[in-house]
Structures are given as structure tokens and as C-alpha cells.
């Protein structure tokens, strides 16, 4: 059974910085990729980063220069670097996983989600 849980979050205030980390467990596929979404009230969900088991990544345009996505293998971990908060990056953060049949995650339909962590960013 595939499980991904979320940690990190908190509340910082306009220009600081958290890091996410997502330990993933039960989830045994070699051709992947691993997302970070996130949800503001009222709002859609939206794509934050993208990284795939090869190791290339993908970011929103409106965290791009910020944000870091990363992974580590032998710890089963995503990670989600953030600088430079801005408070409209106020949101529940979620990380995904998908198996994949492509080497690039596009049109990826995640199957497998954390229960999220709260990021707050105040003015």
C-alpha cells in the first residue's frame, strides 16, 4: 500500500523560507514521477513542481527561481525548498505519485496523495 506523508509546513512570514519533505513508502516503481500541488481556499488546485524518477524537474512559472524540488532515493523523500515566500503562496501543500510509462511528467494522471501540510505566509 503506497503512502506519502507530508511535513514542513508552518507559518513565515513574507521572504523566509520552509522546506517540505514527503516520506513515501510502499511505492516500488523504477519509471515514476512526484509532484507538489497546492490548494488555497476557494481556489483550484495547481501544479507546483514535477520531478521524474530520471531526475528532470518542472515548476509553475509563478515559482520558478524560488522553489526547489528535489528527491532522496535511499531516504524514500521529496523535498519541496522554498525561498523567498510570498504570501499568495498561502495554501495546503500535497505531494503526489504516479507510475509513468514516459520520461517526462506531462499529462500525468497522480494516483497517490498525502493528506497535505499547511503553508502560511504573512505580510
Known amino acids: 500500500q503506497v503512502q506519502l506523508v507530508e511535513s514542513g509546513g508552518g507559518s513565515v512570514q513574507a521572504g523566509g523560507s520552509l522546506r517540505l519533505s514527503c516520506a513515501a513508502s510502499g511505492f516500488t516503481y523504477s519509471n515514476y514521477c512526484l509532484g507538489w500541488f497546492r490548494q488555497a481556499p476557494g481556489k483550484e488546485r495547481e501544479g507546483v513542481a514535477t520531478i521524474h524518477s530520471y531526475g528532470s524537474t518542472n515548476y509553475a512559472d509563478s515559482v520558478k527561481g524560488r522553489f526547489t524540488i528535489s528527491k532522496d532515493n535511499a531516504k524514500n523523500t521529496l523535498y519541496l525548498e522554498m525561498n523567498s515566500l510570498k504570501p499568495e503562496d498561502t495554501a495546503m501543500y500535497y505531494c503526489?505519485?504516479?507510475?509513468?510509462?514516459?520520461?517526462?511528467?506531462?499529462?500525468?494522471?497522480?494516483?497517490?496523495w498525502g493528506q497535505g501540510t499547511q503553508v502560511t505566509v504573512s505580510s
Open positions: 503526489a505519485a504516479a507510475w509513468v510509462r514516459s520520461n517526462a511528467c506531462v499529462r500525468v494522471d497522480y494516483n497517490y
